[in-house]
T-cell receptor, first 112, second 116 residues
Framework: GENVEQHPSTLSVQEGDSAVIKCTYS??????FPWYKQELGKRPQLIID?????GEKKDQRIAVTLNKTAKHFSLHITETQPEDSAVYFC???????????FGAGTRLFVKA | DVKVTQSSRYLVKRTGEKVFLECVQD?????MFWYRQDPGLGLRLIYF???????EKGDIPEGYSVSREKKERFSLILESASTNQTSMYLC?????FGTGRNTEAFFGQGTRLTVV
């Protein structure tokens, strides 16, 4: 079955710096790759997603890149702010199916 | 605004009890999911359903069952609760627009279950 690995598990950056979180997936049939942000005590919420027919997608300070050949995708946050502090999850979904598998999460700390 | 509502925020149950966790969504989504969230392990899929009366095992179905008698409701059942099922349980739903394309999952607020 699909397996998603996420690194690092914890990331600490200074306010204004960039943060990068990386994920790899095992099933080449996966075609949808969302990223979720979970603030303390709250539910996960989608922040950006990418489909397998696109290599990069950007939304203001966040961007996601996808390398299908290498089966990895990354989240980039630029000009980090304290409110970016949260747990971030990557996920992968199989083509033709509805099963969404999540990575283990990255706890991001942005120090003011 | 999508709403996914879980019946309880906190539950405390005794070992061996049968436990029901209820989830309701109001957006006519086809897909519904149950995950458990544990520190360092992320969100692990227990069961999912892509249609009424349909269910599929996720990665950790042992000790759990599910029921989807109506489109808007997806129930997680712990047949005989054990202490290792103490966890945060998250329900989610998503639409496939009838095309099979996976889309954003909307999560409930979570149920923190403690089995003593």
């Amino acid at each position: 079955g699909e397996n998603v690995e996420q690194h690092p598990s914890t990331l600490s950056v200074q306010e204004g710096d960039s943060a990068v979180i990386k994920c790899t997936y095992s099933d080449s049939a996966s075609n949808y790759f969302p990223w979720y942000k979970q603030e303390l005590g709250k539910r996960p919420q989608l922040i950006i997603d990418i489909r397998s027919n696109v290599g990069e997608k950007k939304d203001q300070r966040i961007a996601v890149t996808l390398n299908k050949t290498a089966k990895h995708f990354s989240l980039h946050i630029t000009e980090t702010q304290p409110e970016d502090s949260a747990v971030y999850f990557c996920a992968a979904s199989l083509s033709g199916g509805f099963k969404t598998i999540f990575g283990a999460g990255t706890r991001l700390f942005v120090k003011a | 605004d999508v709403k996914v509502t879980q019946s309880s925020r906190y539950l405390v149950k005794r070992t061996g009890e049968k436990v029901f966790l209820e989830c309701v969504q109001d957006m006519d989504h086809e897909n519904m999911f149950w995950y458990r969230q544990d520190p360092g392990l992320g969100l692990r899929l227990i069961y999912f359903s892509y249609d009424v009366k349909m269910k599929e095992k996720g990665d950790i179905p042992e000790g759990y069952s599910v029921s989807r008698e109506k489109k808007e409701r997806f129930s997680l059942i712990l047949e005989s609760a054990s202490t290792n099922q103490t966890s945060m349980y998250l329900c989610a739903s998503s639409s496939s627009f009838g095309t099979g394309r996976n889309t954003e999952a909307f999560f409930g607020q979570g149920t923190r279950l403690t089995v003593v």
